[in-house]
């Protein structure tokens, strides 16, 4: 049997406390919906009102307006307002690189 008190000790300095792990665990559950993702990757494209969103995705408005909740209290998506209409776009680059680097993980070609 090999000693590995000296790995298991460092690993444990430089493990986050619960409570980020946890928050973190929760910011991934919010990528796990498949209209989440979708609105998104729209976001991704373009900055899109709620009926443009709702349009392409073939859904009501309201499921929309329910999912962006979620993705704005989770600081994903942020908006801003023009006359009566808003407008959804991604909260910032490390949402972008996210989205960009789970695409290239999936898409990238695995040699075996």
Known sequence: MHDHNDILKKVKNELPDDELLC???DLYKIFGDTTRIKIMYAL???ELCVCA???LLGMTQSAISHQLKILKDADLVANRREGK???YHLSDDH???IIAQGFDHLTEEHED
């Open 23 to 25: 928050d973190l665990a």
């Open 44 to 46: 991704f494209e373009e």
């Open 53 to 55: 969103i709702a349009d």
């Open 85 to 87: 209409t808003i407008y």
């Open 95 to 97: 949402v972008r690189s």
